[in-house]
């Protein structure tokens, strides 16, 4: 296991530094109070497309394709893409600069891999460019959706169509202007085997009989411009050729997804619980309670110890996770990608509650990044997967790994 970074990702790792710091941290006040202004619910801040196309000028542009794509990606590993999204991650809309964002990384390495050459043109390609945008309808409200077998979304074949009924919420992406499709997992075959009865297909926004109810908050924040949807789906008719690889290939493909989606998700994370750290670290040395600097306080050093600790525990862990998806495939790095997404989310939001105790007023205003990070970490315990089903399906293959074992 080496986790020395090639040249090709040292050298992203830098012109990234330099467009981060020159570009987008000095937009970032401006683009936060846009988009917490209720005026300017569900639209796009102004110099986002010119930050885009200089971005994709830079060369810095869907990076975490992990295969060469033509000229749309640098085919990157997930190990060399990993340093790049906690980069990415330490800025809350610094992704979309990319055409690194979620669900559309997902839902591109989706079509990327199971696409026909039909949907790869007419959808992969768009998201490609960064022309439009994707959502992901897979939780639904009425049924327990830590256990994906649940949905009673239907996909029902009617002469050379599939109608599609449902609800879904927690869509991540579609309020978005530029969201012009999602993928859809709902049930082909209620009668299959358990882990076939599911099927995943697009469908266009416009189709009539999709109908976004509302948007959802997360501990209040909207997370306009993106947003989380929930939407209902009332004999939505689309054609048998939208559907993605094949019936009851639903539970496959979303293994594919998730997989380098849970690295993604947790090195911008990490990237979190970084610019937390360096933020509750500069602080300590600029305020003076009672007559002593902060960073004096032996718990405060101790607070911040513990945090570089913790971070650089867990970014190893994800290193090691992004390895083992390259060399032998997200099915066989299953432990490793359970412990990040038990491991990650928690120690980021631990770090990032140390950094709103030390910041005090600041770090719960609109001032400091801290309290919308906060949000997204805490919520990532929920998403791809609550803690309780990986702490659980970890316990079992442990137990089966070591249960036999002599003493």
Not at 276 to 298: H, I, K, N, V
Request: net charge neutral; proline share 6%.
């Amino acid at each position: 296991m080496n986790f020395q970074y090639t040249e090709k990702s040292l050298e992203l790792q830098s012109r990234l530094k330099d467009f981060l710091k020159k570009q987008i941290l000095p937009a970032d006040e401006e683009v936060e109070a846009f988009d917490r202004d209720p005026a300017n619910l569900w639209i796009k801040w102004p110099g986002l497309e010119k930050l885009k196309d200089a971005a994709r000028k830079e060369g810095l542009w869907n990076l975490f394709l992990p295969r060469d794509y033509g000229d749309f990606s640098p085919g990157l590993t997930n190990l060399e893409y990993a340093p790049l999204a906690e980069l990415m991650g330490r800025t809350r809309w610094a992704s979309e600069v990319f055409n690194c964002s979620p669900p559309d990384t997902g839902n591109m390495e989706v079509l990327a891999r199971y696409g026909s050459p039909e949907q790869q043109k007419k959808w992969l390609e768009p998201l490609l460019e960064g022309k439009i945008r994707s959502a992901f309808l897979m939780t639904e409200p009425e049924v327990a959706s830590s256990d994906a077998t649940n949905m009673e979304t239907s996909i029902v074949p009617d002469q050379g169509d599939y109608l599609i009924n449902g609800r879904k919420w927690w869509s991540s992406g579609a309020m978005d202007p530029n969201c012009k499709i999602a993928i859809v997992m709902g049930k082909t075959d209620f009668d299959a085997p358990r882990h076939q009865q599911h099927s995943m297909i697009l469908v266009p926004m416009d189709t009539p009989g999709l109908q976004i109810i509302r948007p959802l908050s997360v501990f209040g924040y909207l997370d306009s411009p993106e947003g989380h949807a929930e939407i209902v789906l009332e004999s939505v008719r689309v054609p048998k050729s939208n559907l993605i690889l094949g019936e009851g290939k639903g539970f496959e493909i979303a293994q594919g997804r998730l997989g380098p989606g849970r690295i993604h998700h947790c090195m911008r994370l990490i990237g979190m619980a970084q610019r937390s750290l360096e933020l509750m670290s500069a602080r300590a040395t600029s305020r003076s309670p009672f007559g002593r600097s902060l960073d004096t306080y032996s718990s405060i050093r101790q607070e911040i110890s513990r945090s570089a600790c913790e971070i650089e525990q867990a970014r190893l862990l994800v290193l090691s996770a992004a390895d083992r998806i390259d060399r032998v495939g997200s099915k066989s790095a299953k432990e490793l990608i359970s412990m990040i997404k038990i491991v990650v989310p928690a120690m980021a939001a631990n770090v990032i509650d140390r950094a709103i105790q030390i910041m005090g007023g600041k770090g719960v205003s609109g001032d400091s990044p801290l309290a919308h990070f906060y949000a997204a970490a805490r919520s990532l315990r929920l998403a791809d997967g609550p803690d309780e089903v990986h702490l659980s399906q970890l316990g079992k293959s442990t137990i089966r790994k070591y249960g036999q074992a002599n003493d």
